[in-house]
């Protein structure tokens, strides 16, 4: 069984920062994408950013040059260093990871979420 734990949430004052964090666990053999989502209030779930193995990231527009990602393969974890924060970033944060759990086989596994507050 894998598990993702998400960390780092909260809130913050408009224009300011906050680092999310998103741990892998349990039975890993190899993790390909890892990605961040968002679903604000009243709204569809969407992805803000990805992240392969190998280090290519993907953006949403919304994100661009604000928000970067990156990974330490070593410790299963991922992070979103989100930067010059506005209201329209309060969301629910999730993280999903594509596991490879062994030689063989493939899960996809979401994390419970956390919350950023961005206030005005």
């Known amino acids: 069984q894998v598990q993702l734990e998400e960390s780092g949430g909260g809130v913050v004052q408009d224009g300011g920062s906050l680092r999310l964090s998103c741990a892998a666990s349990?039975?890993?053999?190899?993790?390909?994408?890892m990605c961040w989502y968002r679903q604000a209030p009243g709204k569809q779930r969407r992805l803000v950013a990805r992240?392969?193995?190998?280090?290519?990231?993907t953006y949403a527009d919304s994100v661009k040059g604000r928000f970067p990602i990156s990974r330490d393969n070593a410790k299963n974890t991922m992070y979103l260093q989100m930067n010059s924060l506005n209201t329209q970033d309060t969301a629910v944060y999730s993280c999903?990871?594509?596991?490879?759990?062994?030689?063989?086989?493939?899960?996809?596994?979401w994390g419970q979420g956390t919350l950023v507050t961005v206030s005005s």
């Open positions: 992240i392969t193995n190998g280090g290519s990231t």
């Open positions: 999903k990871a594509e596991v490879i759990p062994s030689v063989e086989g493939y899960l996809e596994v």
């Open positions: 349990g039975r890993i053999f190899l993790i390909n994408a």
